[in-house]
């Protein structure tokens, strides 16, 4: 839409005052004459030389016009007999220049990608051969209407911005230009369309041509419009056969010449029902010459057409066919996006369509409507296929998964800059010793040493750091490893978790129980590394009680271990470096001493036990040295002090017994006590037993590695060990026998295999190891280690005992089982192994690696040979991942990607030729980023699909046969999916990515269900079905087994699971979505399946049409069908669903009256238990965009707990939020009476005053608040978000209006609720579920109890109160509406409903939307466009009108206007007065009297909207993020509330932190004024993403010299000028996306980095680029900082200090002189890489920056193994201070204006440091990460961003 001041239209000549000459030129003979037949002056352009004599406005180049309006009028007549040119220069949203030509010069037309040239040929009545398009001597007056927009749109496939300049040559008279948004007629005046009710816009009169009295306008003038319908659509089909679109102008100038008037372009205004258009099924061929003629009027002359009154629908019509001609302005679509959406179709056939093979004419394809007539068959699986994704079919058993065994063994090791701290109790006897307890990572395990039988103690997210046990085994504490540590007590019986609390250690490193576990102790590390000692009271928590602290104490005394006394819990001991301490815990507190050790008083002591007879007093110690000492601990003396030593050969010097550490003597790691015995396990590898006296060994038994800890069980019968290579095992001592319990990996599994025909499963892992495991008793089978090349892939051979192993040297060889050892090797890649295959039949090998190369094995015989190698096939750079390679069932199809990520290449096994290739980055053509390959698998033999996971987190379904995508799922996961499986029969598809596991039932086609399991500690990194498909296996950390609870479903013989007869094309649900229209997708709701255009459609079916009982339905889905089960029934002892022709009962089929049977008070405020039922399906008739609540693709979630501080001592207080979330629904109210505004924006709801634009924040939901609601006495405000991680339940919120208070906290039962609604008394709420159960429940507004609730059969989009009565509201949804009446008795509340179907004569499959008009009138919108008026007393549909073309999504009514909103943008007002009167005529009403009054289109699909009750003016929300304030009576819409579309990059502050620019995903810079933060300039690019942004320093010139540089996607870099708003440079320095960008201290020089590592430095004034620096070349640049230093300084030359940061861990800081061309490294920082990302799929950033307050300090975060912020002192070279952090950090800014430091962590928490202090405050408030944090210049203000939200904070105390 134009600005204000441009709109209704804008004299071009008088703005830019053409007669003073000043911002406008002339060239050559430019004259004011006087015209006759206009009667005004007019300018004369007249010359031999048209190039020379000319008009140009503006006066320079490089100034422009800014004129926006679509609709150019150029009113001029040409001069015989010369020729004349007109040159537009237009601005396409891209900031591309396109030049236009228009002239009667031009033969032919001719376009380039900047110039557009068309012939305007005037011919007279006998055209001259040698002077053609010469106007002739009696050429007229012409109005050239030039619709900019589609003229770009149609000849070059771009959006037009707006017009830049114009240039008038001679020869020719002009009047003057205009532009606007309108269309206007120039034949018909205002009076004329008044009198005649014309649709149409009258020529205003400044700009019409004067007629005489009596005359006609076409005898006198010319109206061009170009381009024209016709030539849109000639063009369309033009492009769809690879011609050019027609082109040309041309008037045919005889007697009496008329130009066309198109006046059927404004019909389509009225709202009406189109008849049905003939079908053609082959492409049209269209002979035309360039030009479009304009002839006689004699023959051509039209008269305006009278406007066409509204179809008449009444329930007795016919079947009408909605025709898809022009929609509702009568105009199409634009051909290119029809030519992109037509290729994306898929029909019931799974066949691709073409343009000229569809039954309809080009137009949207949301303007589709895909009725189909009755005549057509439709299967059961079709039927099935067809039903809503509301009626999914439950995924049950739910869980489907139970962790059966787990093979690994880890405990965590602690480590610390200056030394590790070891975990002392990797394992634990349990009381009778039968059983022990230990880590395996996240999981506690309790293994049977007997049965080896597991039980599982599940419940921490990250590594178990230390383990303890009472002594009755009634409590298990366990600590987890990741900071801040929390602390589980377990009750050890049960397996419950007791008790969960934070330690205030920051990481807990020991815990140790006393006796009666009353007591607990633990050590640990703080956050500056001080050795911390806690103690808590845990008597009560046994009880229900809690865990209570007693006591925190700091302690400068190293300590390794730590024990509680067994016979006196006031007594502890501790040992360490260089000591030993004796504690006791008197009054409450803990205090220590330390013991005198003389002489082994600087020893490094591990491990220590007390001995166990209760007149004992001897402590026992040992040290890495080898001593073990006897303690007295009551006289705190040493007793003794042995030493263990290696013992000596006679023959030579050498000990016998080598050790694992430096020093004589044999480093002991553990020590156990029992009565008579002590173990010792030390480095070498042995495990000791001896006596107390240890006079002699006992027994000894020797490991593979050194000991980490051993164990004596209570009868001191057996001894627990454990090593550091993963092993677990025990010495019984009677038996002398040495039992291994466990074998683990020690380190990361990369890839397994299974063996077809046995329960073997092969894991290589990053310990060089190769294992074999038997999956029945979980034990290892066999070990093959390669010290050199690390295992990289594994196959099993299906039939023989052998497997294959890929390692990282490119090798490949083959094992026998059976002799253990390696049948043969090949080297036939030169990179590492990346994938490894063979197929099932046994006949052929298949290997892959990192050069490309793929490798073809004959491995029938038992020693396999290489038959082919080939170079360049697969990827080179594709994601790591077990399934890169993969062989079909068939063992015919070979699937890899490559040989670029970008595609996935199918080959036959046998010969290797390709048979497809498909390009995965071309199947969403929405996306403005290239999506590539990740993982492949294939599905089972029938129907033959490949699935593909892609790094934009879906999983796509490709046909092998043509490489059709006939399914997608979406949103698998947060990050792409490495690993993907799906089960022999196609039940179940399992995929895993980051430390999640997914199983998802792949057979329901519409709401595709999942559940989600997590366990593992570390990212998972393969999955896969055992053989005999009742378990799965997922490798990671460990190897885990789950159980796969679902029962077997036979099947019949022959077929196979997962093959339906209908393609799974035809259906889509929520994380599954169908192809999407290229173009209508960008402004749309996002659709969850797009319309299948066809010649026949299935029969229309009863939405609860139930069967007879015992009967059969051919066409409803079988007990064998993949469609969802039945209806879910509601809850109570009886509902009655009551259709128009007959009843159902949904419970026992009884009857009831006219309102049908009562529902009775819901018992305790919780559902009854459901019922199935079984019913038919119906088709989706129009794509679903009703959905209520889309929540953003979250990386991460809020942290579980954030430490807010109290509101006195906030040094940040919330400004302003910048944002509006456009994917809620229903989430703007606004009272005009009392002013109250309030809208959300993530998980706030933000409270604003329009007048001052000062907001509030009511924070308090955990997830994004999805919908609102106000009450009527506009008190109370209730807003409701969806489930998080710590609740399954929707959470709604009720909000005192006055003073912003919680007035209370209401849990749903509902994973998300989709709808509000109060009572028109205020007593009763109604809230509407949506995910899971579709649920509506009814609160008491006074008790805020439950007073019923019903779990609806079918899906439901609104729903409403009755405002004239307060018992009754209404439901809409598939194919229905229902009406409901409340009865309350007492305290009982009941239920009754009534439910009528939709009449076929409305042709909706769906209603959305619905509101209550006068009484007793309920209007309701639908999914095609129709809006159907309802008789809620006679519950009838009497009338029915086409209101839209697409989806309604929102109507309101206040009197006799109603207001629509559908989900292409446009807003319309409707007078519906004459409604009551046509309710009376019952069937034989008609809509002619429903007049449309107004309309606006905005910017994207509505899905808010409120309004006056004069309905004159309201606010309406849309899915760009935008809010609007409309005002119908000026027919204005006005920005409210604007937010970026897509996720927030980076912002940057003018120098005088006047205003701030922000760059988003969505390809914009914005410029907001910081003072109000409204929206001030914008500059969009298509189809790129803006990535980083830099403001010019203030040194760079005068502050309308200011400019802002930007970074691309595609590598290029824009430089805008803020004074001119006009982009001022573009250039491309790299070929990768840009990722960060910086401006030289003098302005001059732009740094600027991309993802490949490369900096380039480009001079502005020049546009060149000087230099590329590749120094940091392999991983993105991730930070690009320039500062000024003087010269000199820091011992190097130069200026300018500036430093760039990389994703591999690099800074680099260099020191230069641009202006001399001097750049010098001056230093470089390299860290190790952190183990564990953050967040999911969100890898840690590295952040670098310069400190304001002293420039010799380099502040850097996410670098490094360790969650800190470290300063790096640039003069010393050296680390000068660390501040620990609870999480990576994502973003990090500091402030100039006071020693503050912001910190933004994934965990959606923002951290406020005070480094003068070390003081911390953390801040919630964002719904996602933290990513960007920025400081102003001045540190007064911090901006905050996390995906598209931007948060504005008051600093306070600067």
Same mark, same amino acid.
């Given at each position: 839409?134009?600005?204000?001041?441009?709109?209704?239209?804008?004299?071009?000549?008088?703005?830019?005052?053409?007669?003073?000459?000043?911002?406008?030129a002339?060239e050559?003979?430019?004259?004011?004459?006087?015209?006759?037949?206009?009667?005004?002056?007019?300018?004369?352009?007249?010359g031999?030389?048209?190039?020379?004599?000319?008009?140009?406005?503006?006066?320079?180049?490089?100034?422009?016009?800014?004129?926006?309006?679509?609709?150019?009028?150029?009113?001029?007549?040409?001069?015989?007999?010369?020729?004349f040119?007109?040159?537009?220069?237009?601005?396409?949203?891209?900031?591309?220049?396109?030049r236009?030509?228009f002239?009667?010069?031009?033969?032919?037309?001719?376009?380039?990608?900047?110039?557009?040239?068309?012939?305007?040929?005037?011919?007279?009545?006998?055209p001259?051969?040698?002077?053609?398009?010469?106007?002739?001597?009696?050429?007229?007056?012409?109005?050239?209407?030039?619709?900019?927009?589609?003229?770009?749109?149609?000849?070059?496939?771009?959006?037009?911005?707006?017009?830049?300049?114009?240039?008038?040559?001679?020869?020719?008279?002009?009047?003057?230009?205009y532009?606007?948004?309108?269309?206007?007629?120039?034949?018909?005046?205002?009076?004329?369309?008044?009198?005649?009710?014309?649709?149409?816009?009258?020529?205003?009169?400044?700009?019409?041509?004067?007629?005489?009295?009596?005359?006609?306008?076409?005898?006198?003038?010319?109206?061009?419009?170009?381009?024209?319908?016709?030539?849109?659509?000639?063009?369309?089909?033009?492009?769809?056969?690879?011609?050019?679109?027609?082109?040309?102008?041309?008037?045919?100038?005889?007697?009496?010449?008329?130009?066309?008037?198109?006046?059927?372009?404004?019909?389509?205004h009225?709202?009406?029902?189109?008849?049905h258009?003939?079908?053609?099924?082959?492409?049209?061929?269209?002979?035309?010459?360039?030009?479009?003629?304009?002839?006689?009027?004699?023959?051509?002359?039209?008269?305006?057409?009278?406007?066409?009154?509204?179809?008449?629908?009444?329930?007795s019509c016919?079947?009408?066919?909605?025709?898809?001609?022009?929609?509702?302005?009568g105009?199409?679509?634009?051909?290119?996006?029809?030519?992109?959406?037509?290729?994306?179709?898929?029909?019931?056939?799974?066949?691709?369509?073409?343009?000229?093979?569809?039954?309809?004419?080009?137009?949207?394809?949301?303007?589709?409507?895909?009725h189909?007539?009755?005549?057509?068959?439709?299967?059961?699986?079709?039927?099935?296929?067809?039903?809503?994704?509301?009626?999914?079919?439950?995924?049950?058993?739910?869980?489907?998964?139970?962790?059966?065994?787990?093979?690994?063994?880890?405990g965590?090791?602690?480590?610390?800059?200056?030394?590790?701290?070891?975990?002392?109790?990797?394992?634990?006897w349990?009381?009778d010793?039968?059983?022990?307890?230990?880590?395996?990572?996240?999981?506690?395990?309790?293994?049977?040493?007997?049965?080896?039988?597991?039980?599982?103690?599940?419940?921490?997210?990250?590594?178990?750091?230390?383990?303890?046990?009472?002594?009755?085994?009634?409590?298990?504490a366990?600590?987890?490893?990741?900071?801040?540590?929390?602390?589980?007590l377990?009750?050890?019986?049960?397996?419950a978790?007791?008790?969960?609390?934070?330690?205030?250690?920051?990481?807990?490193?020991?815990?140790?129980?006393?006796?009666?576990?009353?007591?607990?102790?633990?050590?640990?590390?703080?956050?500056?590394?001080?050795?911390?000692?806690?103690?808590?009271d845990?008597?009560?928590?046994?009880?229900?009680?809690?865990?209570?602290?007693?006591?925190?104490?700091?302690?400068?005394?190293?300590i390794?271990?730590?024990?509680?006394?067994?016979?006196?819990?006031?007594?502890?001991?501790?040992?360490?470096?260089?000591?030993?301490?004796?504690?006791?815990?008197?009054?409450?507190?803990?205090?220590?001493?330390?013991?005198?050790?003389?002489?082994?008083?600087?020893?490094?002591?591990?491990?220590?036990?007390?001995?166990?007879?209760?007149?004992?007093?001897?402590?026992?110690?040992?040290?890495?040295?080898?001593?073990?000492?006897?303690?007295?601990?009551?006289?705190?003396?040493?007793?003794?002090?042995?030493?263990?030593?290696?013992?000596?050969t006679?023959?030579?010097?050498?000990?016998?017994r080598?050790?694992?550490?430096?020093?004589?003597?044999?480093?002991?790691?553990?020590?156990?006590?029992?009565?008579?015995?002590?173990?010792v396990?030390?480095?070498?590898?042995?495990?000791?037993?001896?006596?107390?006296?240890?006079s002699?060994?006992?027994?000894?038994?020797?490991?593979?590695?050194p000991?980490?800890?051993?164990?004596?069980?209570?009868?001191g019968l057996r001894?627990?060990?454990t090593?550091?290579?993963?092993?677990?095992?025990?010495?019984?001592?009677?038996?002398?026998?040495y039992?291994?319990?466990?074998?683990?990996?020690?380190?990361?599994?990369?890839?397994?295999?299974?063996?077809?025909?046995q329960?073997h499963?092969?894991?290589?892992?990053?310990?060089?190891?190769?294992?074999?495991w038997?999956?029945?008793?979980?034990?290892?089978?066999?070990?093959?280690?390669s010290?050199?090349?690390?295992?990289?892939?594994?196959?099993?051979?299906?039939?023989?005992?052998?497997?294959?192993?890929?390692?990282?040297?490119?090798a490949?060889?083959?094992?026998?089982?059976?002799?253990?050892? /390696?049948?043969?090797?090949?080297?036939? %890649?030169?990179? *590492?192994?990346?994938? =490894? @295959?063979? $197929?099932? +039949? !046994?006949? #052929? &090998?298949?290997?892959?690696?990192?050069?490309?190369?793929?490798?073809?094995?004959?491995?029938?015989?038992?020693?396999?040979?290489?038959?082919?190698?080939?170079?360049?096939?697969?990827?080179?750079d594709?994601?790591?991942?077990?399934?890169?390679?993969?062989?079909?069932?068939?063992?015919?199809?070979?699937?890899?990607?490559?040989?670029?990520?970008y595609?996935?290449?199918?080959?036959?096994?046998?010969?290797?030729?390709?048979l497809?290739?498909?390009?995965?980055s071309?199947?969403?053509?929405?996306?403005?980023?290239?999506?590539?390959?990740?993982?492949?698998?294939?599905?089972?033999?029938?129907?033959?699909?490949?699935?593909?996971?892609t790094s934009?987190?879906?999983?796509?379904?490709?046909?092998t046969?043509?490489g059709?995508? /006939?399914?997608?799922?979406?949103?698998? %996961?947060?990050? *792409?999916?490495?690993? =993907? @499986?799906? $089960?022999? +029969? !196609?039940? #179940? &598809?399992?995929?895993?990515?980051?430390?999640?596991?997914?199983?998802?039932?792949?057979?329901?086609?519409?709401?595709?269900?999942?559940?989600?399991?997590?366990?593992?500690?570390?990212?998972?990194?393969?999955?896969?079905?055992?053989?005999?498909?009742?378990?799965?296996?997922?490798?990671?950390?460990?190897?885990?087994?789950?159980?796969?609870?679902?029962?077997?479903?036979?099947?019949?013989?022959?077929?196979?699971?997962?093959?339906?007869?209908?393609?799974?094309?035809?259906?889509?649900?929520?994380?599954?979505?169908?192809?999407?229209?290229?173009?209508?997708?960008?402004?749309?709701?996002?659709?969850?399946?797009?319309?299948?255009?066809?010649?026949?459609?299935?029969?229309?079916?009863?939405?609860?049409?139930?069967l007879?009982?015992?009967?059969?339905?051919?066409?409803?889905?079988?007990?064998?069908?993949?469609?969802p089960?039945?209806l879910?029934?509601?809850?109570?002892?009886?509902?009655?669903?009551?259709?128009?022709?007959?009843?159902?009962?949904?419970a026992?089929?009884?009857?009831g009256?006219?309102?049908?049977?009562?529902?009775?008070?819901?018992?305790?405020?919780?559902?009854?238990?459901?019922?199935?039922?079984?019913?038919?399906?119906?088709?989706?008739?129009?794509?679903?965009?009703?959905?209520?609540?889309?929540?953003?693709?979250?990386?991460?979630?809020?942290?579980?707990?954030?430490?807010?501080?109290?509101?006195?001592?906030?040094?940040?207080?919330?400004?302003?939020?910048?944002?509006?979330?456009?994917?809620?629904?229903?989430?703007?109210?606004?009272?005009?009476?009392?002013?109250?505004?309030?809208?959300?924006c993530?998980?706030?709801?933000?409270?604003?005053?329009?007048?001052?634009?000062?907001?509030?924040?009511w924070?308090?939901?955990?997830?994004?608040?999805?919908?609102?609601?106000?009450?009527?006495?506009?008190q109370?405000?209730?807003s409701?978000?969806?489930?998080?991680?710590?609740?399954?339940?929707?959470?709604?919120r009720?909000w005192?209006?006055p003073?912003?208070s919680?007035?209370?906290?209401?849990?749903?039962?509902?994973?998300?609720?989709?709808?509000?609604?109060?009572?028109?008394?205020?007593?009763?709420?109604?809230?509407?579920?949506?995910?899971?159960?579709?649920?509506?429940?009814?609160?008491?507004?006074?008790?805020?109890?439950?007073?019923?609730s019903?779990?609806?059969?079918e899906?439901?989009?609104?729903?409403?109160?009755?405002?004239?009565?307060?018992?009754?509201?209404?439901?809409?949804?598939?194919?229905?509406?229902?009406?409901?009446?409340?009865?309350?008795?007492?305290?009982?509340?009941?239920?009754?409903?009534?439910r009528?179907?939709?009449?076929e004569?409305?042709?909706?499959?769906?209603?959305?939307s619905?509101?209550?008009?006068?009484?007793?009138?309920?209007?309701?919108?639908?999914?095609?466009?129709?809006?159907?008026?309802?008789?809620?007393?006679?519950?009838?549909?009497?009338?029915?009108?086409?209101?839209?073309?697409?989806?309604?999504?929102?109507?309101?009514c206040?009197?006799?206007?109603?207001?629509?909103?559908?989900?292409?943008?446009?807003?319309?007002?409707?007078?519906?007065?004459?409604?009551?009167?046509?309710?009376r005529?019952?069937?034989?009403?008609?809509?002619?009297?429903?007049?449309?009054e107004?309309?606006?289109?905005l910017?994207?699909?509505?899905?808010?909207?409120?309004?006056?009750?004069?309905?004159?003016?309201?606010?309406?929300?849309?899915?760009?993020?935008?809010?609007?304030?409309?005002n119908?009576?000026?027919?204005t819409?006005?920005?409210?509330?604007?937010?970026?579309?897509?996720?927030?990059?980076?912002?940057?502050?003018?120098?005088s932190e006047?205003?701030?620019?922000?760059?988003?995903?969505?390809?914009?810079?914005?410029?907001?004024s910081?003072?109000?933060?409204?929206?001030?300039?914008?500059?969009?690019?298509?189809n790129?993403s803006?990535?980083?942004?830099a403001?010019?320093?203030?040194?760079?010139?005068?502050?309308?010299?200011?400019?802002?540089?930007?970074?691309?996607?595609?590598?290029?870099?824009?430089?805008?000028?803020?004074?001119?708003?006009?982009?001022?440079?573009?250039?491309?320095?790299h070929?990768?996306?840009?990722?960060?960008?910086?401006?030289?201290?003098?302005?001059?020089?732009?740094?600027?980095?991309?993802?490949?590592?490369?900096?380039?430095?480009?001079?502005?004034?020049?546009?060149?680029?000087?230099?590329?620096?590749?120094?940091?070349?392999?991983?993105?640049?991730?930070?690009?900082?320039?500062?000024?230093?003087?010269?000199?300084?820091?011992?190097?030359?130069?200026t300018?200090?500036?430093?760039?940061?990389?994703?591999?861990?690099?800074?680099?800081?260099?020191?230069?002189?641009?202006?001399?061309?001097?750049?010098?490294?001056?230093?470089?920082?390299?860290?190790?890489?952190?183990?564990?990302?953050?967040?999911?799929?969100?890898?840690?950033?590295?952040?670098?920056?310069?400190?304001?307050?002293?420039g010799?300090?380099?502040?850097?975060?996410?670098?490094?193994?360790?969650?800190?912020?470290?300063?790096?002192?640039?003069?010393?070279?050296?680390?000068?201070?660390?501040?620990?952090?609870?999480?990576?950090?994502?973003?990090?800014?500091?402030?100039?204006?006071?020693?503050?430091?912001?910190?933004?962590?994934?965990?959606?928490?923002?951290r406020?440091?005070?480094?003068?202090?070390?003081?911390?405050?953390?801040?919630?408030?964002?719904?996602?990460?933290?990513?960007?944090?920025?400081?102003?210049?001045?540190?007064?203000?911090?901006?905050?961003?996390?995906?598209?939200?931007?948060?504005?904070?008051?600093v306070t105390?600067?």
């Open positions: 839409m134009a600005r204000a001041w441009q709109h209704p239209f804008l004299s071009v000549f008088r703005h830019f005052k053409v007669d003073e000459w000043k911002r406008s002339k050559g003979d430019v004259a004011t004459v006087m015209d006759k037949t206009l009667k005004c002056t007019v300018y004369r352009v007249r031999s030389v048209s190039a020379s004599n000319y008009i140009q406005l503006p006066r320079t180049g490089t100034q422009s016009l800014g004129l926006t309006g679509r609709y150019l009028y150029v009113l001029f007549r040409p001069l015989p007999p010369r020729h040119v007109i040159h537009l220069d237009v601005f396409t949203e891209d900031s591309q220049v396109i236009v030509s002239s009667s010069l031009f033969k032919e037309f001719k376009s380039t990608a900047t110039w557009l040239q068309f012939p305007f040929i005037c011919e007279a009545g006998t001259r051969k040698d002077a053609a398009g010469v106007p002739p001597t009696g050429a007229r007056w012409t109005c050239l209407q030039l619709d900019l927009h589609d003229l770009l749109l149609v000849y070059l496939n771009r959006r037009y911005g707006h017009l830049k300049s114009i240039r008038l040559c001679a020869s020719l008279l002009v009047r003057n230009l532009t606007s948004d309108l269309c206007f007629d120039p034949a018909v005046t205002a009076p004329e369309a008044r009198r005649a009710k014309l649709p149409v816009t009258p020529m205003p009169r400044e700009m019409a041509f004067p007629v005489p009295k009596g005359q006609s306008w076409h005898d006198r003038y010319v109206h061009i419009r170009f381009p024209s319908d016709s030539s849109k659509g000639v063009s369309t089909l033009g492009q769809k056969n690879g011609s050019l679109p027609e082109a040309g102008l041309s008037a045919l100038c005889s007697t009496g010449s008329a130009a066309l008037s198109s006046t059927a372009a404004f019909l389509g009225v709202p009406r029902l189109l008849p258009s003939a079908p053609f099924n082959k492409p049209t061929q269209v002979s035309m010459s360039p030009e479009v003629q304009m002839h006689d009027p004699a023959a051509s002359c039209r008269v305006p057409s009278a406007p066409r009154p509204l179809p008449e629908i009444s329930m016919e079947r009408l066919e909605v025709s898809s001609v022009g929609g509702p302005s105009r199409g679509q634009e051909p290119s996006a029809w030519a992109e959406a037509t290729d994306k179709c898929v029909n019931s056939t799974n066949v691709h369509v073409s343009a000229h093979e569809l039954a309809v004419v080009p137009v949207a394809p949301e303007d589709v409507a895909p189909e007539p009755p005549c057509r068959e439709q299967s059961g699986q079709q039927a099935a296929l067809g039903k809503n994704r509301f009626q999914q079919r439950s995924f049950l058993p739910d869980p489907i998964l139970r962790l059966k065994g787990v093979i690994g063994f880890g965590h090791s602690t480590r610390w800059v200056r030394r590790p701290m070891r975990l002392l109790a990797c394992a634990l349990t009381k010793g039968a059983a022990v307890v230990y880590p395996c990572h996240a999981v506690i395990v309790m293994l049977h040493v007997d049965t080896r039988q597991q039980r599982f103690f599940l419940g921490h997210t990250d590594k178990v750091s230390a383990l303890a046990l009472d002594g009755s085994n009634s409590l298990l366990s600590a987890q490893a990741r900071a801040p540590s929390m602390l589980r377990w009750d050890f019986q049960t397996g978790c007791l008790s969960l609390f934070r330690s205030p250690v920051h990481v807990v490193c020991s815990l140790s129980f006393s006796d009666s576990g009353a007591l607990l102790c633990g050590t640990g590390k703080d956050r500056h590394g001080r050795t911390v000692v806690v103690a808590w845990t008597a009560q928590v046994g009880r229900g009680g809690e865990a209570v602290l007693l006591t925190k104490v700091h302690t400068d005394a190293d390794q271990a730590f024990k509680v006394a067994f016979f006196d819990e006031t007594r502890m001991a501790s040992c360490g470096r260089g000591g030993v301490r004796l504690w006791r815990l008197r009054r409450g507190g803990l205090r220590s001493c330390a013991v005198d050790l003389g002489e082994h008083h600087a020893l490094e002591f591990t491990d220590l036990a007390f001995g166990q007879d209760l007149d004992s007093c001897t402590l026992y110690v040992c040290g890495r040295s080898g001593h073990i000492l006897e303690i007295d601990h009551q006289h705190m003396a040493v007793r003794r002090a042995r030493r263990l030593l290696p013992t000596q006679p023959s030579g010097p050498l000990p016998k080598q050790t694992f550490s430096s020093g004589p003597g044999i480093a002991i790691s553990s020590l156990s006590v029992s009565q008579v015995t002590c173990a396990g030390s480095e070498d590898g042995y495990l000791r037993l001896w006596p107390l006296d240890f002699s060994v006992l027994l000894e038994a020797e490991h593979e590695g000991i980490s800890s051993v164990c004596v069980s209570p009868d001894v627990l060990s090593t550091s290579s993963g092993h677990l095992g025990f010495l019984d001592v009677p038996s002398r026998e039992s291994v319990l466990m074998r683990s990996h020690t380190a990361l599994v990369l890839a397994l295999a299974t063996k077809c025909r329960e499963l092969a894991t290589v892992s990053q310990d060089h190891t190769v294992r074999v038997d999956l029945v008793t979980l034990q290892q089978l066999y070990d093959f280690t010290p050199k090349e690390a295992p990289r892939a594994v196959a099993f051979h299906p039939t023989q005992p052998t497997f294959f192993c890929g390692f990282s040297g490119g490949v060889c083959s094992f026998s089982l059976e002799a253990t050892e /390696v049948l043969v090797e090949h080297r036939c %890649h030169r990179g *590492a192994v990346t994938g =490894l @295959a063979t $197929s099932p +039949d !046994g006949s #052929f &090998l298949f290997s892959s690696c990192s050069r490309g190369s793929l490798a073809q094995y004959d491995c029938a015989a038992t020693q396999c040979r290489v038959l082919r190698v080939a170079a360049n096939v697969v990827c080179q594709a994601h790591m991942s077990p399934n890169a390679l993969v062989v079909s069932g068939d063992s015919r199809l070979l699937a890899f990607v490559g040989p670029s990520k595609t996935v290449t199918i080959m036959d096994t046998a010969s290797l030729d390709e497809l290739r498909v390009d995965i071309a199947l969403d053509g929405t996306s403005s980023r290239l999506d590539s390959a990740v993982a492949v698998c294939f599905g089972p033999a029938p129907p033959g699909h490949l699935l593909v996971s934009s987190n879906t999983v796509v379904v490709l046909d046969t043509s059709r995508m /006939v399914r997608e799922l979406s949103g698998v %996961h947060p990050t *792409a999916c490495p690993s =993907l @499986a799906l $089960s022999r +029969d !196609g039940r #179940f &598809l399992l995929t895993a990515a980051d430390r999640a596991i997914k199983v998802w039932d792949y057979l329901m086609q519409a709401n595709l269900g999942c559940q989600v399991y997590i366990g593992h500690s570390e990212p998972v990194q393969a999955v896969a079905f055992s053989p005999n498909q009742q378990q799965l296996l997922s490798v990671g950390d460990a190897i885990f087994l789950w159980d796969i609870l679902a029962p077997n479903e036979r099947l019949p013989p022959g077929s196979v699971r997962g093959s339906p007869g209908a393609p799974p094309a035809c259906e889509a649900g929520p994380g599954m979505r169908q192809l999407e229209d290229t173009v209508s997708g960008a402004d749309g709701l996002p659709r969850w399946q797009v319309p299948v255009p066809s010649q026949a459609s299935p029969p229309r079916l009863g939405p609860c049409a139930g007879p009982e015992g009967g059969d339905d051919d066409e409803g889905p079988s007990e064998e069908s993949h469609g089960k039945g879910r029934q509601a809850s109570g002892s009886a509902l009655l669903v009551k259709e128009a022709d007959r009843v159902v009962d949904a026992c089929g009884a009857a009256d006219s309102w049908g049977l009562s529902m009775p008070p819901h018992p305790c405020g919780q559902p009854s238990a459901q019922s199935p039922r079984r019913a038919r399906a119906q088709p989706a008739a129009h794509p679903d965009s009703c959905e209520p609540f889309m929540s953003q693709g979250k990386a991460s979630s809020l942290a579980k707990s954030v430490s807010s501080p109290p509101a006195s001592s906030e040094r940040l207080h919330l400004k302003a939020v910048v944002g509006y979330s456009g994917n809620g629904r229903a989430n703007v109210v606004w009272r005009p009476d009392t002013g109250f505004f309030a809208y959300t993530g998980r706030l709801v933000v409270v604003e005053d329009l007048h001052s634009g000062a907001q509030q924040h924070l308090g939901h955990p997830e994004e608040i999805s919908t609102l609601a106000l009450s009527h006495d506009a109370v405000l209730a409701a978000s969806g489930h998080s991680s710590t609740a399954s339940c929707g959470q709604i009720l005192e209006v003073g912003g919680c007035r209370q906290l209401i849990s749903h039962r509902d994973p998300t609720v989709r709808a509000l609604a109060f009572s028109p008394d205020d007593r009763l709420l109604i809230t509407l579920g949506y995910d899971g159960d579709c649920t509506l429940a009814l609160w008491s507004m006074s008790t805020y109890e439950l007073l019923s019903t779990r609806l059969p899906p439901v989009h609104g729903v409403a109160f009755n405002p004239w009565h307060a018992g009754e509201l209404a439901c809409v949804g598939q194919g229905a509406i229902t009406l409901w009446l409340l009865q309350q008795r007492g305290a009982d509340v009941s239920l009754q409903v009534h009528e179907r939709i009449p004569e409305v042709r909706a499959g769906k209603l959305t619905l509101c209550y008009g006068a009484m007793p009138l309920l209007y309701c919108g639908s999914d095609t466009g129709q809006v159907c008026v309802w008789d809620t007393r006679a519950c009838r549909c009497f009338l029915a009108w086409e209101a839209d073309n697409s989806e309604i999504g929102v109507l309101l206040s009197g006799v206007r109603l207001v629509s909103g559908s989900d292409s943008g446009r807003l319309r007002l409707w007078a519906v007065e004459a409604m009551l009167e046509l309710r005529k019952g069937s034989g009403a008609r809509s002619s009297s429903v007049f449309m107004r309309e606006l289109t910017d994207g699909a509505i899905v808010s909207a409120v309004f006056h009750d004069s309905m004159d003016m309201g606010v309406a929300g849309s899915v760009a993020g935008t809010l609007w304030y409309i119908w009576a000026e027919g819409s006005t920005h409210l509330i604007s937010g970026h579309r897509s996720k927030v990059n980076e912002v940057a502050f003018s120098p006047s205003h701030c620019a922000t760059c988003s995903d969505d390809g914009s810079v914005r410029v907001w910081l003072a109000s933060m409204e929206l001030v300039i914008q500059f969009q690019v298509l790129q803006c990535l980083c942004l403001w010019s320093p203030p040194s760079c010139g005068r502050p309308e010299q200011q400019q802002v540089a930007a970074g691309y996607s595609d590598g290029t870099l824009r430089v805008f000028s803020i004074s001119r708003t006009a982009m001022e440079l573009k250039m491309r320095p070929l990768a996306a840009l990722t960060a960008i910086a401006f030289s201290a003098d302005g001059q020089t732009i740094l600027s980095g991309d993802k490949d590592g490369l900096v380039a430095v480009s001079r502005l004034c020049t546009g060149m680029t000087l230099r590329v620096l590749s120094d940091q070349r392999g991983a993105p640049i991730s930070t690009i900082q320039s500062t000024s230093k003087e010269d000199g300084d820091f011992g190097v030359e130069g300018d200090l500036w430093l760039a940061a990389s994703g591999d861990q690099r800074v680099s800081i260099w020191a230069s002189d641009w202006p001399q061309g001097h750049c010098e490294l001056m230093d470089w920082l390299s860290f190790p890489a952190p183990a564990l990302m953050e967040a999911p799929g969100c890898p840690v950033p590295s952040l670098a920056a310069f400190c304001p307050w002293d010799a300090l380099l502040v850097c975060a996410g670098l490094g193994v360790h969650r800190e912020v470290i300063f790096y002192s640039l003069r010393h070279k050296q680390v000068v201070e660390k501040i620990p952090l609870p999480f990576f950090a994502v973003s990090l800014s500091l402030s100039p204006g006071a020693r503050l430091m912001a910190i933004g962590f994934a965990e959606c928490v923002l406020l440091v005070d480094c003068t202090s070390g003081a911390v405050q953390d801040f919630a408030g964002h719904n996602d990460s933290v990513r960007l944090c920025r400081f102003t210049p001045a540190g007064r203000l911090l901006f905050t961003a996390a995906h598209r939200e931007i948060l504005v904070w008051e105390g600067c």
